[in-house]
């Protein structure tokens, strides 16, 4: 399995309603540096269905402003219809709505 595929991985395991990380699904897939890469490859998310790229925020809990699905006003709708509050600056509360840690197999 590449890199990018772990990713996709990691980010099938974030469940609905919580948020992971870049950094965390790097650390997921055994490359904890690599929180770059994993924007990287939710950029170009073969499967945006399937593959819930709109769960991961940066550390601060701010969603992209470049999602590659519609920009962050579309990232912030698919949070809130999961139950996830999103402030009217995009930032989820990470004390709240983040995932508890995400392995890889």
Known sequence: MNFFE?????????PKGKVATYGQI???VGAPRAARQVGWALHV???PGIIPCHRV???MG????????GGEK??????RAEGVEVSEEYIVDLTKYLA???IVE
């Open 45 to 47: 998310n073969p499967a």
């Open 26 to 28: 790097a650390h997921a």
């Open 100 to 102: 508890e840690e995400i």
């Open 57 to 59: 925020v940066n550390r």
């Open 74 to 79: 579309t990232q912030a709708s698919l949070l």
């Open 6 to 14: 772990k990713v996709y991985e990691a980010v099938k395991k974030i």
């Open 62 to 69: 701010r969603l992209a402003p470049a999602f590659a699905f």
